[in-house]
């Protein structure tokens, strides 16, 4: 089993929806991250979470919110999404201090 | 805030020529890391550099961070079909979260 999923692994939503993407990793490890990526641009982070009760804004938050309900599960939250965020969004985790980070498969969202 | 510049954002080559890509940070760098992403895929972890001025060899790539922390390359030798993909590197600064370059995206003629 993959050790980093991701859910859904494709989505298409229209303008105004809700919309939640789900990351849940077995690797154990603390950090988690939210990355959107366009082409282009390369990734950019959207939020991260160093432990439970930490959740930072990464370059890109506004429009979006994360929630780590685990230390193995942080979702990504659309409150009322928009066509420009349409997008590849990858979740990753690593362990403390600079190391390698792991991703997952990716979801891509189509907003409508 | 930090930025990574990576350059060049596209290069196409025969099979068998080299490639090379290169990274620039607006800031000195605690470390940088170099993924590949292959067609339709994640990006995966290649390497980390973290001494000024480090080079490091994985068959027949060649990682390199500059004296000043700032910069970095990749290089390919003799480039194989199985080198197609995205590179980006990324780079680390004191609040341990990465700030990734643009990549560059390989394509190679068989």
């Known amino acids: 089993d993959a050790d980093v999923t991701q859910t859904p692994r494709n989505r298409i939503t229209k303008t105004g929806k809700r919309i939640m993407l789900e990351c849940s990793q077995t690797?154990?490890?603390?950090?988690m991250y939210w990355y959107r990526q366009d082409p282009g641009l390369g990734l950019q982070l959207i939020y991260y979470s160093f432990d439970v009760k930490d959740i930072n804004k990464g370059e890109i938050s506004d429009g979006y919110s994360v929630s780590r309900q685990a230390q193995a599960k942080f979702s990504l939250s659309l409150e009322s999404a928009i066509p420009n965020q349409t997008a590849l969004y990858f979740c990753a985790t690593s362990g403390k201090g600079y190391t390698e980070q792991f991703f997952g498969p990716g979801t891509r969202l189509t907003v409508l | 805030g930090q930025q990574v510049m990576q350059i060049p954002q596209y290069q196409h080559v025969q099979e068998g020529e080299d490639f090379t890509t290169y990274c620039n940070s607006s800031t000195t760098l605690s470390n940088i890391q170099w993924y590949k992403q292959r067609p339709g895929g994640h990006p995966v972890f290649l390497i980390q550099?973290?001494?000024?001025?480090e080079v490091k060899k994985q068959k027949r790539l060649t990682f390199q961070f500059g004296e000043a922390k700032k910069n970095s390359s990749l290089h390919i030798t003799a480039t194989q079909t199985t080198d197609v993909g995205t590179y980006f590197c990324a780079g680390s600064g004191g609040a341990q979260k990465l700030v990734f370059g643009q990549g560059t995206r390989l394509t190679i003629n068989p």
């Open positions: 550099l973290v001494k000024s001025g």
């Open positions: 690797k154990g490890h603390d950090r």
